[in-house]
């Protein structure tokens, strides 16, 4: 299955996200198509970002403006994307007419679990090293940058990982420590260079920060502001992202 197939089955069971793509090649903007969903802008915001993490090239391509401003487009791989949805409608519906009762959809639904992680960053598998009872599988991201997670052996079976086939690595903002460009970090941690795109402050906790990563993807963390400041970090800094392969989950398609 295409990475491309995988993700157009992700959105069927999540219409609104369709329907914002949809309305970004007609509205030419996230914040009218946002309203044109009845999304707020920054639900729109994340559901792109998700969405281009997930497809491994841009899906969206935005220029950022004022507070809710700013333009935006579909891709050519967007633009298949959304023509690939209308294909898999037709046979979902030949499908949903298929089943021969309510505990099939229910089966069906049970195998389609969504995740709470804010990041979902797809890759390719290019190495597999035991360390004991568990694994380190590393990926590598678009751009070509490499991200290790560390899971059970008995995960790797179940999720059936091997070298060159696809995986999603899930992230929570929460597990995500921000730090200068410039900082020497524990050779063990994953860090990931990127740009601060935007800051999204929350006067009830951490600030969202959002980095563009190299290949086109992007980060999601929770900083608190002062950790910010001291770090002298704000809209366009280069930064690091760094977090334990411990903490970071995958999941393959289906």
């Not at 509205?27 to 281009?52: F, T």
């Not at 070509?144 to 990982?161: D, K, M, Y």
Request: aromatic share 2%; net charge neutral.
């Amino acid at each position: 299955m295409s990475a491309l197939s995988a993700l157009a089955q992700h959105i069927s069971r999540r219409p609104q996200r369709i329907a914002l793509l949809a309305q970004i090649a007609e509205q030419g903007s996230i914040s009218r198509a946002a309203k044109g969903v009845g999304m707020s802008y920054k639900a729109a915001w994340e559901a792109v970002d998700e969405l281009n993490n997930l497809a491994g090239i841009p899906l969206v391509l935005r220029s950022v403006g004022g507070k809710g401003g700013g333009g935006a487009q579909l891709s050519a791989e967007g633009l298949r994307l959304l023509a690939l949805y209308r294909r898999l409608e037709a046979l979902q519906a030949e499908l949903l007419q298929a089943a021969e009762d309510d505990a099939d959809l229910r089966l069906l639904g049970r195998l389609m679990l969504r995740t709470s992680a804010r990041n979902q960053l797809s890759g390719t598998v290019r190495a597999i090293r035991a360390q004991g009872r568990n694994d380190l599988v590393e990926l590598e991201l678009p751009g070509g940058l490499p991200l290790v997670a560390q899971i059970t052996h008995a995960s790797t079976q179940r999720l059936e990982l091997a070298l060159d086939r696809p995986a999603v690595a899930l992230l929570k903002a929460g597990w995500i420590e921000l730090h200068a460009a410039e900082a020497q970090l524990p050779a063990e941690l994953n860090c990931l260079p990127g740009r601060i795109e935007a800051i999204l402050e929350d006067p009830q906790g951490p600030s969202e920060v959002r980095l563009a990563l190299p290949g086109g993807q992007t980060l999601c963390a929770l900083v608190e502001p002062a950790r910010l400041q001291a770090l002298g970090l704000g809209v366009d800094s280069p930064a690091l992202a760094a977090f334990a392969p411990r903490q970071v989950l995958l999941g393959t398609p289906p």
